[in-house]
């Protein structure tokens, strides 16, 4: 290795996190709403809420629609309190997470006619414990729509409650809206993101953010797919549309699975600038899902979905001299976004999707020159599909074009040298989407074990080596939910209450937060380290904290002695450290009980001289850090 030998540079933003509302990783994950069908617009209008109450009366309770007045949000709770008290439950997303000693915070609107009614609030636990209390009474009367906050504190701890109006009084109320967040949000914005996740990623450094995701952005069909413009301003305004994963799959079906929007394009922005991260959306270009519908806009209605795209560059960085830029300004931020890259479809393919792409490109390049746009490369990373598209763009000269694979193990140690012989030209690669696929007789969380996130490493030295080409990348999907998932493997799990990071989550995070600066060749007899002895490397240099860095898989069952040669002017520093994750067992698990099993275990060592001999556990993942002076 030549210390002071740069072959390729590495963009800051190399490493990030992709983010779709999968595995219910928004409602019900990362957005803090504990609620679920709070405005009641769900198909089944009353799903996720029950009356309790000991003799039915006509009329007590309805649903309203007023879809001619709101057609965002149409449907409202009225509520006819006569005689007998009863109660109103709701089950939250699979349970409610109850912290013992955390408030609670309330919120409702309503509009009543007469005074009389009063609300008792309460958590229950599972065994219907009143685990926090309230009393709510409404103090305005009217015809208008009045929003009310209340807080109150729980007692006791609970991963599976439920929330409960208790009805008091006489009189009539009509309530939409009827929301509960707990008080320890990210950075205690009102109505805002689950504290503990956000963490997991500002802990990772993600040099960006994509979102929304995934094929939410394509939809089922054009009518249901993703639209940014509905998703920001009040929460009771955003329009609220079925999840598109709510019955893809037959075996894990998810009838509750809505999206309420409650996390839109202004909290995906607002989290990216928090967490230091780049925004990368990704919007519709006409095209639904071509494994569901197939649907595509005629070409010569495909104009207002370009015009979504211009709109959203504008909302991100315009001024207040812009129609969308004000709107971002009235939202609370002055400061533009400062959006860099915008993504045109999401695993579409064909002829279809390259004549759209032709009129974004054109329409967009011309107002927003500076713009990166990113291209899909379809669902596979080889085949004719993935051929024609790839032959096309680098025609085109496209900015990026946006791979995904997700394969076995093996398939990703025999694709470490993928792109060592890709064409380095002015079309870069984004490796969107990316995730080893265990065996398939392991399910859920199971899937996510020590092999998958050691073969994942491997592959990505091979990303890195080839930093002038592979130029961004991010593992998918992010987040799944114990007891409401879909697809697995996943990046990080979570209950109710908790969350830990697999050991894929380690992998990625040791990369994110080391990439250097520099990418430094690194060889064993003159090649590149793909595999020889079952060993797969990479090595970068960081200009700005003068370290060497080295990323070095073993994948064999056996311990490995490795002395590297280290070339150049540089001298370097008495002491190196390593991180290492290994486990001799590739089935081992990261869990809520054992949340580090598999992660990085650090140890510092003396040098020898300019050379470095490193003893490599078998099954395992090494990150090696020297100082220079």
Excluded at 338 to 350: A, F, I, P, R, S
Excluded at 395 to 408: G, L, M, P, T, V
Excluded at 440 to 455: H, P
Aim: with cysteine; aromatic share 12%.
């Amino acid at each position: 290795m030549e210390t002071n030998k740069s072959i390729a540079k590495v963009q800051p933003n190399m490493w990030g996190v992709f983010f779709e509302d999968i595995n219910f990783g928004a409602d019900g994950g990362i957005y803090a709403e504990l609620i679920k069908n709070r405005s009641f617009e769900f198909a089944k209008p009353l799903m996720g809420w029950s009356i309790v109450r000991d003799k039915p009366q006509e009329g007590e309770v309805l649903v309203v629609n007023r879809k001619e007045v709101n057609q965002a949000n149409p449907r409202y709770l009225q509520v006819h309190k006569n005689t007998t008290d009863f109660e109103l439950v709701n089950e939250g997303f699979k349970g409610i997470g109850v912290k013992k000693d955390l408030s609670y915070n309330f919120s409702v609107m309503y509009r009543q006619a007469k005074v009389g009614v009063t609300m008792v609030l309460q958590l229950k636990d599972e065994n219907n414990k009143i685990i926090a209390q309230g009393n709510f009474k409404p103090d305005n009367i009217g015809d208008g729509w009045h929003k009310q906050s209340l807080s109150f504190v729980a007692t006791e701890s609970s991963a599976k409650a439920k929330f409960s109006i208790v009805f008091k009084g006489n009189g009539h109320i009509d309530l939409d809206m009827i929301s509960l967040f707990p008080g320890d949000t990210w950075k205690n914005r009102p109505q805002g993101l689950r504290a503990d996740m956000v963490q997991l990623l500002a802990d990772m450094k993600p040099g960006f953010i994509r979102f929304p995701g995934g094929c939410i952005v394509e939809g089922t069909d054009l009518a249901n797919r993703y639209q940014w413009k509905n998703t920001i301003g009040p929460i009771e305004g955003r329009k609220m549309i079925v999840n598109r994963w709510n019955n893809e799959f037959a075996h894990r079906p998810a009838p509750d699975y809505y999206q309420s929007f409650g996390l839109g394009f202004f909290e995906y922005f607002q989290l990216a600038e928090d967490i230091g991260s780049d925004a990368l959306p990704i919007l519709n270009c006409g095209m639904a899902c071509q494994f569901n519908s197939g649907e595509v806009v005629a070409l010569d209605e495909l104009q207002p979905y370009i015009q979504d795209a211009l709109d959203l560059i504008e909302f991100a960085n315009g001024d207040a001299s812009t129609v969308w830029g004000k709107k971002r300004i009235e939202l609370g931020h002055a400061k533009p976004f400062n959006l860099k890259m915008l993504g045109v479809g999401n695993e579409n393919w064909g002829p279809q999707y390259m004549e759209r792409v032709a009129l974004f490109k054109a329409a967009i390049k011309a107002k927003y020159p500076n713009i990166k746009l990113i291209y899909s490369s379809g669902t596979d990373p080889e085949g004719d599909r993935f051929n024609l598209l790839d032959n096309y763009l680098r025609n085109e000269k496209a900015d990026f074009i946006d791979e995904h694979y997700y394969r076995s193990a093996e398939w990703f140690l025999k694709n470490a040298g993928r792109y060592d012989n890709y064409p380095r030209n002015d079309t870069k690669v984004f490796v969107g989407e990316y995730a080893v696929h265990a065996d398939k007789n392991l399910t859920g969380k199971e899937k996510n074990n020590w092999q998958s996130a050691l073969a994942s490493a491997s592959l990505m030295t091979g990303l890195e080596r080839n930093a002038d080409v592979v130029q961004m990348a991010s593992y998918a999907p992010l987040f799944a939910h114990v007891d409401a998932w879909q697809w697995a493997p996943d990046m990080i799990w979570v209950d109710n209450l908790k969350s830990y990071g697999t050991p894929d989550y380690y992998i990625q995070k040791l990369f994110s937060t080391n990439k250097g600066t520099d990418v430094i060749a690194i060889t064993l007899n003159g090649k590149n380290i793909t595999g020889q002895n079952g060993l797969y490397a990479s090595s970068v240099l960081d200009k700005t904290k003068k370290e060497l860095i080295i990323k070095i898989a073993n994948n064999a069952a056996e311990e490995q002695h490795i002395d590297f040669t280290l070339l150049g002017k540089a001298k370097l520093k008495s002491k190196y450290s390593i991180e290492t994750m290994s486990d001799d067992n590739l089935n081992q698990l990261n869990s809520f009980e054992n949340p580090l099993a598999v992660s990085p275990q650090k140890s510092i060592y003396n040098m020898k001289g300019k050379g470095l001999n490193v003893r490599l556990k078998p099954y395992s993942f090494n990150l090696i850090k020297i100082g220079l002076n």
